[in-house]
C-alpha cells in the first residue's frame, strides 16, 4: 500500500458516475472560477511593487495574490456545495476529509515563486475529484489567456484568448465550442525536449537527464514553472517531466488528467507506481510525466 494511505478510512468505489447534467454544471462552475482567479492574480501582478510577500510553515513564499485567488474561488465553487480542499487551506485535518466522497482540489496559484520573480509561469489548477480520482481538471494561464480542461473518459483539449474576467460567466455549451483537442499538431518537434522546474531542480533531477541524454542525444532542456509543463506534456511541445523535489497533490491531480487524456502517462520515480490523492500527506512522490510516444 502506498505511503501515506490510511485504512481507517472506508474506501470508496473506483468508477463512479456523475449525472451528466451534474457534470456539466460543475465543469462550467470548475471552469468560471479559474477565470474569475486569474483576473485577481492578474490585478496584482500588474504591481509588482506591492505583493505583500509572507512566508509559510514550510517557508515557501505565499502573496496577497495567492490569498485573493484563494477567496475568490472558495466564492465560486462554494455555491456548489462540494468541500474545497486548497493549498491555501491546507490545515484540514485527514479526519475531516479522509471519507470525502467528492471534493474540489485546488492550487489557487500555482508558481508563487514565478509570479515574484515576474516571469509569467503561474496557473491556476483546479481539480474535481470523486472518489480520490480526478474526474475533471482545468489549468487557466492567466498571463497566456490559455486554459486548459480534461474529462475523465472523454478528452483533454485547450482553449486560446480567454481573457482574466472577474465576471466571466460560461456556460457548458460556450466552453465545448471553442475548444481544440489535445495534443495539437502544430505541436510537433524533432528533437527529444525535457522539461524540468526552473526553480526546483537537484542533482538526482540532473543524473536523471544524462541518463535520458545516453537514449536522446539530442535532448533539449526546457525550463518552465507550475504545472504549465503538463499542458506542454498535453500539447505534444514536451516529451517529457521528471520531479525530483516534494510538490503537493494540488500541484499535479488537474495537470496529470489533462496529460492522460491526451495519451500521456504520470507515475511516481523510481518505483513507477500511481500518484494517490488525499492521502494523510498530501506531498507526492518524485514523479515522471511524458507524454505518448
Not at 74 to 91: A, C, D, Y
Amino acid at each position: 500500500m502506498a505511503e501515506g494511505l490510511d485504512t481507517s478510512c472506508t474506501q470508496q468505489p473506483q468508477h463512479p458516475v456523475i449525472d451528466e447534467t451534474i457534470r456539466r454544471y460543475l465543469l462550467a462552475q470548475q471552469f468560471n472560477a479559474a477565470v474569475r482567479a486569474g483576473a485577481e492574480i492578474m490585478k496584482i501582478y500588474k504591481h509588482q511593487e506591492d505583493y505583500g510577500i509572507t512566508l509559510k510553515s514550510d517557508n515557501s513564499p505565499i502573496t496577497i495574490a495567492d490569498r485573493a485567488a484563494h477567496n475568490s474561488i472558495k466564492l465560486s465553487l462554494g455555491q456548489t456545495r462540494i468541500p474545497i480542499l486548497s493549498e491555501e487551506g491546507r490545515e484540514m485535518l485527514y479526519e475531516e476529509r479522509c471519507n470525502w466522497e467528492l471534493f474540489w482540489l485546488v492550487d489557487p496559484l500555482d508558481g508563487t515563486v514565478e509570479f515574484i520573480k515576474g516571469n509569467n509561469e503561474f496557473t491556476v489548477n483546479i481539480a474535481l475529484m470523486q472518489n480520490n480520482i480526478c474526474v475533471s481538471a482545468v489549468i487557466y494561464v492567466p498571463y497566456h489567456q490559455k486554459i486548459y480542461i480534461a474529462e475523465r473518459g472523454r478528452g483533454a483539449w485547450v482553449m486560446d484568448e480567454v481573457a482574466p474576467d472577474i465576471g466571466a460567466e460560461y456556460s457548458y455549451e460556450m466552453i465545448h465550442g471553442e475548444l481544440e483537442p489535445l495534443p495539437l499538431a502544430s505541436a510537433e518537434h524533432s528533437t527529444y525536449r525535457v522539461a524540468l522546474s526552473r526553480s526546483h531542480q537537484t542533482p538526482e533531477t540532473h543524473a536523471h537527464v544524462e541518463q535520458l541524454r545516453a537514449e536522446h542525444p539530442d535532448l533539449e532542456i526546457i525550463e518552465q514553472g507550475s504545472s504549465y509543463k503538463f499542458c506542454l506534456l498535453a500539447e505534444g511541445a514536451v516529451d517529457y517531466y521528471v520531479r525530483t523535489t516534494v510538490t503537493s497533490e494540488w500541484d499535479t491531480a488537474a495537470g496529470e488528467l489533462i496529460l492522460l487524456e491526451a495519451g500521456g502517462t504520470t507515475y511516481s520515480y523510481p518505483d513507477g507506481a500511481p500518484l494517490y490523492y488525499n492521502k494523510e500527506s498530501l506531498d507526492n512522490p518524485w514523479f515522471v510525466a511524458r507524454r505518448v510516444e
